[in-house]
């Protein structure tokens, strides 16, 4: 059973490192593993704009770069007071490492407002390694 509470409260925390100084838009995501470690992952922008990492990014290339492959949820919230939706980019990362049926990504607006989806509701029709 995934505490999303506590996931959502790490999210919170990791959008407190976000580096931003061009959007002014932080972004804050908590990558948890089966096996109950969390990866925190913010947004990291820059002066030439597109090497600009989303928080959802960031947190997936730590894991995988520390020999995770195994995930069970992600928590995500940002700035504004709404359910922020990975981009298209994110999804297919999420896509790559994860069980499109099973991953959750929970939306959080506030600590205690949050909508839970599973990585297929998302990113339906996802280009996988099974078409290569
Ligand atoms: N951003 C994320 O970190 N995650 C998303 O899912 C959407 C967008 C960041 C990228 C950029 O730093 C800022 O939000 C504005 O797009």
New binding site residues.
């Given amino acids: 059973m995934i505490d999303s509470r506590h996931l959502i409260q790490k999210a919170y925390e990791a959008k407190g490192y976000?580096y931003?100084p061009?959007?002014h838009?932080?972004?804050g995501?908590a990558l948890l593993t089966t096996d109950g470690t969390i990866y925190l992952?913010?947004?990291?922008?820059n002066a030439a704009y597109s090497p600009?990492?989303?928080?959802?990014?960031?947190a997936f290339f730590k894991a995988v770069s520390e020999g995770e492959r195994n995930f069970a949820a992600i928590a995500?919230t940002?700035d504004k007071e709404e359910y922020?939706?990975?981009?298209g980019v994110?999804r297919q990362v999420m896509a790559e490492f994860c069980d499109i049926e099973t991953f959750q990504i929970i939306l959080a607006k506030t600590p205690e407002d949050f909508k839970v989806y599973c990585l297929r509701d998302l990113f339906p029709g996802a280009f996988s390694r099974d078409m290569l």
Avoid at 52 to 58: L, Q
Avoid at 84 to 87: V, W
Wanted: aromatic letters at 8%; one cysteine or more; glycine letters at 8%.
């Fill in positions: 976000s931003a061009y959007s838009f932080h972004v995501a992952g913010c947004n990291i922008e600009t990492n989303c928080a959802e990014r960031t995500i940002g922020l939706p990975p981009c994110c």
